[in-house]
């Protein structure tokens, strides 16, 4: 069985995802969720709402792992961009992963995992590439029907960005280092911080880590894609809960289903 699973923290991230699943499909309860298995776009899917947060991710991806024989998990949602160039609309495809708010020192390095020997943990390879060129074919400018969903959200935030007096922005994708923690990074000090002490960061979110520490225990393939929701600035409280309302499950939906739609899904 090859079954893929695919994890948001936030309803809202999710969107309603599970309504595109072939007919016939299940809805099992474990720990307190909702685990919907079946077929979506011609593959064995697990589609689950993992709740926010380090802990959350890391029970939803061990019930994964232990009841639903997955062969791979994509965690899909939003984050605040802290690299320079990482825009609001962006999306963001994880190379590596790291806890930003782990500290064990002096007895560990400072972000280091205790007794895994490492502070960061690599997405696979393969499965990344493949969702990020779902993500790169989504943000085109021509992109193709199966991304129709996602030109209305692309027309609202070009409107935004107007109406801020920003100039415009054509959505691009990135690659490379996420960071997790369990806080809501919402101020200009908080991301320079963390840009201090991981200059090469481009996002941070409240999962991705954890769920990618559950993955190398299980020895499970990963990948952690997005969407920009908000600068993790001082105007984050009001960006994120709008893009979240708004625009979130678009993304969701046009880069799920044009990557398992895609080669690389198949
Ligand atoms: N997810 C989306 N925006 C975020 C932020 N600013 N901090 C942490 N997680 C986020």
């Given at each position: 069985?090859?079954?893929?699973a ?14 595109h699943?072939?007919p ?16 979506m ?13 380090k ?5 939803t ?7 639903f024989d ?9 984050a ?5 160039h ?5 999306v963001?495809?994880a ?17 280091e995992v ?7 943990f690599?997405a ?23 991304t ?8 609202a935030l070009a ?5 801020a ?11 490379g280092?996420v ?15 963390l ?6 960061a481009?996002?941070?979110e409240m999962e ?16 952690v ?8 600035d001082d ?6 809960p ?16 044009g ?8």
């Amino acid at each position: 069985m090859s079954r893929i699973a695919i994890v948001s923290a936030m309803t809202e991230e999710l969107g309603r995802l599970h309504e595109h699943l072939d007919p016939g499909a299940l809805c099992e309860r474990h720990g307190g969720r909702d685990f919907w298995v079946g077929r979506m776009d011609g593959r064995d899917v697990v589609i689950v709402l993992s709740r926010i947060g380090k802990v959350a991710a890391a029970t939803t991806a061990t019930l994964l792992a232990s009841h639903f024989d997955v062969s791979a998990l994509v965690f899909t949602g939003a984050a605040g961009g802290i690299g320079p160039h990482v825009q609001v609309g962006d999306v963001v495809v994880a190379t590596g992963l790291l806890q930003h708010d782990m500290d064990a020192s002096p007895i560990f390095p400072r972000f280091e995992v205790p007794l895994y020997g490492a502070d960061r943990f690599a997405a696979d390879i393969a499965l990344s590439s493949a969702v990020a060129a779902a993500v790169a074919d989504a943000l085109a400018p021509d992109a193709p029907h199966a991304t129709d969903g996602l030109r209305p959200a692309l027309a609202a935030l070009a409107a935004a960005r107007a109406a801020a007096g920003l100039p415009p922005h054509q959505p691009r994708l990135h690659q490379g280092l996420v960071l997790s923690g369990d806080c809501f990074v919402s101020s200009r000090a908080q991301c320079d911080q963390l840009l201090a002490w991981h200059p090469e960061a481009l996002a941070v979110e409240m999962e991705g880590a954890a769920l990618a520490q559950v993955c190398a225990d299980f020895g499970l393939p990963f990948a952690v894609v997005r969407t920009i929701s908000d600068r993790a600035d001082d105007q984050a409280h009001v960006d994120f809960p709008r893009f979240i309302a708004e625009t979130a499950s678009r993304y969701t939906l046009a880069i799920v289903s044009g990557w398992l739609k895609g080669p690389g899904g198949r």
